[in-house]
């Protein structure tokens, strides 16, 4: 067992500083080019400059006149990360709401709804979006009454509209993969046992599937956590908040764009595999 986690730790680790490297590589390609033709010592200066200004974290400056990163960088983190959680726990709990419904009301057509939700999940996100505020934007025509702020102004900050368009896509994905695990679930020897001791539906779905499809679904989680990212980054622009995009595009240096991927990208490293690491496999794939 302890050589099994040795080695999980270890792995992580190397995946870690594999990553890091990458964000690394990726931020000074910018001075690869020169023009149209490319300039690799100048690539490796700017990686190796680059690198020796990341030895002294702490006292991280960017741009000509050497404005440090911190604090500053986390008023945009805070509100970037404050919009990802509020939109994923919004998603979390609808796709727990619908999977319920359709598993209680709906069963016998549930081949149907699964269809319906792929439809759905192939449209395109920024189409949503853009529906969206067009029907905001018609009911305000209509009605007179604004619903949501359309965008962040220096007077009014659209926190509520930006949320419902990042949490709708992955609503839509979260029920398709809820409704999977939950028919899986409902199949298995232990439910049939359970209605035969005469446990009415409500009783089994949140006493037993839940807790089991729940392990399964922090699996899935990764996938919807980037795709949840990269969403972000274009409702950020869309909507004018004040995140992490605004902050990168409004300074574009890659001493930014280094940092601001690391705030981003470690924290749900480190949940992963903690995960990996202490929760039973049988947990994690099979139920309890």
Not at 232 to 245: D, I, T
Request: charged residues 15%; aromatic residues 18%; glycine residues 4%.
């Amino acid at each position: 067992m302890k050589t099994i986690t040795i080695q999980k730790v270890t792995t992580a680790i190397t995946q870690l500083i594999l990553a890091v490297a990458g964000i690394l590589c990726l931020s000074s390609l910018p001075s690869l080019f020169k023009g149209m033709e490319m300039d690799i010592n100048n690539y490796f200066k700017a990686l190796g400059g680059l690198c020796k200004k990341l030895l002294d974290f702490s006292h991280l400056t960017y741009g000509k006149s050497l404005r440090p990163i911190f604090p500053q960088v986390f008023e945009f983190y805070w509100q970037s990360l404050g919009l990802f959680m509020l939109a994923l726990f919004i998603s979390v709990v609808c796709a727990f709401c619908f999977t319920y419904l359709i598993i209680r009301f709906f069963y016998e057509k549930l081949k149907r709804m699964k269809f319906v939700l792929v439809i759905l999940e192939s449209v395109p996100d920024l189409f949503i979006i853009m529906c969206f505020q067009i029907l905001v934007l018609w009911l305000f025509k209509k009605t007179d009454i604004m619903v949501f702020n359309i965008a962040t102004t220096w007077k009014n900050q659209s926190i509520l509209m930006p949320v419902v368009c990042l949490s709708i896509p992955p609503t839509i994905m979260l029920t398709r993969i809820f409704l999977l695990q939950v028919e899986a679930e409902l199949q298995k020897d232990y439910i049939a046992y359970a209605r035969a001791k005469g446990l009415n539906f409500y009783h089994i779905f949140r006493h037993h599937v839940l807790r089991n499809v729940l392990f399964t679904m922090f699996h899935y989680s990764k996938t919807i956590v980037w795709f949840m990212f990269s969403n972000l980054l274009m409702v950020e622009y869309l909507f004018n908040v004040p995140g992490v995009v605004y902050f990168v595009l409004k300074y574009p240096f890659p001493e930014v764009f280094v940092v601001t991927l690391l705030l981003l990208y470690i924290p749900f490293f480190i949940l992963y595999k903690a995960y990996d690491l202490f929760v039973p496999a049988v947990m994690r794939g099979e139920g309890v």
